[in-house]
């Protein structure tokens, strides 16, 4: 029997993302942010306070998994006056984020995560196979480019449509668009 051809992904020709650090993912409907122990330790450390202090505070159990918080109306429990408070100890949740499997399943779903994500499109290309390490779980090619200026530049929606400073961005995407939201369900 021949062999079917593999069907490339839709995004194999490499993405482009830039975190503006606008907050809207942080935002929104209620959700789940999957948190793990070591995550809520680095996140604690991030604050000042022990474990089981961050853990009492800010974390809750949903059946065998933990989950952030959240604050009333579904914003993220750890952003504050429009900043996450934790953006260098963020959770893999937030790390990986635009490129989830509810995001890259098609353009159809990447444009739909677009109208609440203001970087996607913008800024530093992604090869696939660094989106599939993104998509895995690997936030490392997100982090290590985040940690320099954008390779292009990138222009906010949601700052009076602004450049984009060259600094690290301040705030952690937290997903809230509706493809992440599917995500996040079917991930509990």
């Not at 989830?100 to 609440?116: C, D, I, N, P, Y």
């Amino acid at each position: 029997m021949p062999r079917r051809p593999v069907e490339e992904p839709w995004y194999a020709g490499g993405l482009r993302f830039r975190c503006t650090a606008c907050g809207q993912c942080c935002t929104g409907e209620p959700g789940h942010v999957w948190v793990e122990e070591a995550e809520i330790a680095r996140m604690a450390r991030a604050l000042g306070l022990s474990r089981r202090a961050f853990e009492d505070r800010y974390v809750r159990r949903v059946g065998a998994r933990l989950s952030l918080r959240e604050q009333p109306g579904g914003d993220c429990v750890m952003l504050a006056e429009g900043r996450c408070r934790v953006y260098e100890a963020k959770p893999r949740p937030c790390s990986t984020f635009p490129f989830w499997e509810g995001a890259l399943r098609s353009e159809r779903e990447w444009a739909a995560t677009k109208v609440r994500c203001e970087g996607i499109d913008q800024g530093d290309w992604y090869s696939r196979a660094e989106i599939e390490r993104i998509a895995a779980g690997d936030a490392a090619p997100l982090l290590e480019r985040h940690r320099r200026p954008p390779e292009q530049p990138v222009v906010s929606r949601f700052k009076d449509g602004r450049p984009f400073p060259e600094a690290a961005p301040t705030r952690a995407p937290y997903p809230r668009s509706p493809a992440a939201r599917r995500d996040r369900r079917s991930a509990s």
